[in-house]
């Protein structure tokens, strides 16, 4: 069965580091997107790509960056990682709207502390 | 700011009682759609609205999308303990495709 998968599904680290969240889906999707979610602001979109090379910002861009080298995988690296990015992160894919109904499809998410 | 409005934020019902979330977006919307995440889980998708006064069905759930495609609710009849859970709009504008843009969701309790 076609899937989307996160890792790590855990990770606590440093003021300071770079970190990298893997998302890879198997759904051969086009779309691919990144959400954090945190109390009180339901799901927010960071990056999201709608092919490969194709990267565009969403509304809390700042502090992150995605590439898109094939279709499968969708990176998401915190280039200096900040207190303040310590969420609940969501990697989403679908299909084109012309062929299907957009309709997201989410991985089982990763959960980010920076100390 | 907010592109989609979500309300109420928290809802406790007794089990057995009905309960419904509202949306309502500041443009018009191409696209609905309806998101469940339980806790501890993804969001996971309920249905799409696409047409004007649309309203589609799901056992005890219903759901509406406005005449002005600039609202829509999800009615749940009868709750259940397996309805708990936190529940998104989702609007589509259109302009950019398949972006869309969440409301803050309903959370929902349910007590046996």
């Known amino acids: 069965d076609a899937e989307i998968t996160q890792s790590p599904r855990h990770k606590i680290t440093e003021t300071g580091r770079q970190v990298t969240l893997a998302c890879h889906q198997t759904w051969n999707h086009n779309n691919m997107f990144w959400y954090r979610q945190d109390l009180g602001h339901g799901l927010r979109l960071i990056h999201y790509s709608y092919g490969v090379q194709d990267t565009n910002k969403g509304e809390v861009s700042d502090g992150y960056s995605v590439s898109r080298s094939n279709t499968e995988d969708l990176p998401l690296t915190l280039e200096s990682a900040a207190s303040s990015q310590t969420s609940v992160y969501f990697c989403a894919s679908s299909d084109d709207w012309t062929t299907g109904t957009g309709e997201l499809f989410f991985g089982e998410g990763s959960r980010l502390t920076v100390l | 700011g907010q592109q989609v409005m979500q309300i109420p934020q928290y809802q406790h019902v007794q089990e057995g009682e009905d309960f419904t979330t509202y949306c309502n977006s500041s443009t018009t919307l191409s696209n609905i759609q309806w998101y469940k995440q339980r806790p501890g889980g993804h969001p996971v998708f309920l249905i799409q609205?696409?047409?004007?006064?649309e309203v589609k069905k799901q056992k005890r759930l219903t759901f509406q999308f406005g005449e002005a495609k600039k609202n829509s609710s999800l009615h749940i009849t009868a709750t259940q303990t397996t309805d708990v859970g936190t529940y998104f709009c989702a609007g589509d504008r259109g302009s950019t495709l398949g972006r869309l843009y969440f409301g803050r969701g309903t959370q929902l309790t349910v007590w046996p």
């Open positions: 609205l696409v047409k004007s006064g």
